[in-house]
């Protein structure tokens, strides 16, 4: 294997039922360092019950995480956090009364060592800490491109900003891997266009991603490899290429005349 195919993530046999429904059966899957993996289905297909599941919202029935060869646990957010995910969500999630540059110092603090004493007494240490975590979070927000927003309430900026800005945040706890809930989700077609082009910087520079995506579109362009999921089971898995040309695929999600 070569050094770049390094798996980052791997997740086998997930299941998840909600009291009768069965929302993930034996749901599985490898995304390879450096990549953009992608996950589509129809709506109640379990994509977000997935993220859930690898993010430790929701407590799976079974399954087995492994993160950089590494098993983790998924019982809950922060030590998913500290193990290397990050994610965003479908609804954003940001600190609207606060700034752009807050809401990623927020997202810093996950990785920060100053503890509470610190904070309270406000020792050198930690006011050096601080400007640190100022001046990652300010290149981080230039890094998605909207570091003359810094000082801009979240809830001011432009729908599309806002979800660079979540990106940011999320980067701000150095993930192994990035998930993002449909970023895409109410953009336009050049802020898509915009979105891709950030994506796939992201990846290049190692952070690797998992997205669901409703645009079969984007996801055909954007990624790697995928997973098309219907009713809570894998339907097809592999290369857009492949995933595109797939029978079960083009019958009972996209549809025959695509
Ligand atoms: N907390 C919950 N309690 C009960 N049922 C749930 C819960 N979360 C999800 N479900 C059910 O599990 C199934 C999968 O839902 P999920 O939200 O994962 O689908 P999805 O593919 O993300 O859909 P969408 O594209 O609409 O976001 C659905 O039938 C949903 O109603």
């Known amino acids: ?10 997740v086998k046999g997930v299941n ?12 599985g899957l490898e995304v390879k360092k450096n990549t953009v993996y ?11 019950t ?36 990050a994610r965003t969500f479908q609804n954003i999630r940001l600190f609207g009364h ?6 990623v110092m927020v997202g810093r603090h996950v990785r920060t060592k100053g503890g509470v004493l610190g904070s ?7 006011r050096e800490e601080e400007k640190q975590i100022r001046e990652r979070a300010q290149a981080l927000l230039d890094y998605v491109g909207i570091g003359e927003y810094h000082d801009y309430a979240a809830r001011n900026l432009a729908y599309g900003l806002q979800r660079r800005l979540e990106i940011a945040r999320a980067l701000a706890t150095d993930p192994k891997l990035l998930a993002l809930d449909e970023p895409a989700a109410g953009m336009n077609s050049t802020e898509k266009l915009d979105l891709t ?15 669901i995506e409703h645009d079969v579109k984007l996801i055909m362009e954007l990624c790697d490899e995928m997973t098309v ?14 995933v595109r040309k797939n029978k079960d695929v083009i019958e009972a999600y996209l549809g025959g005349g695509h």
């Open 1 to 10: 294997m070569k050094a770049n195919e390094h798996i980052v993530l791997s």
């Open 16 to 27: 998840k039922s909600f009291g009768g429904l069965k929302a993930l059966s034996e749901v």
């Open 38 to 48: 992608g996950l589509i289905g129809p709506n109640g297909a379990g994509k977000t």
């Open 50 to 85: 997935f993220f859930n599941v690898i993010t430790g919202l929701y407590e799976p029935d079974s399954g087995e995480f492994i993160l950089n060869g590494v098993h983790y646990q998924p019982t809950a957010v922060h030590e998913v956090a500290k193990a290397g995910i």
């Open 98 to 103: 606060m700034t752009a540059l807050e809401n």
């Open 120 to 126: 309270i007494f406000g020792t050198k240490a930690v």
């Open 197 to 211: 082009k950030l994506l796939r910087k992201i990846s290049a520079d190692g952070v690797t991603i998992l997205i």
């Open 229 to 242: 999921l219907d009713h809570g089971e894998i339907l097809a898995q592999g290369k857009p290429e492949d």
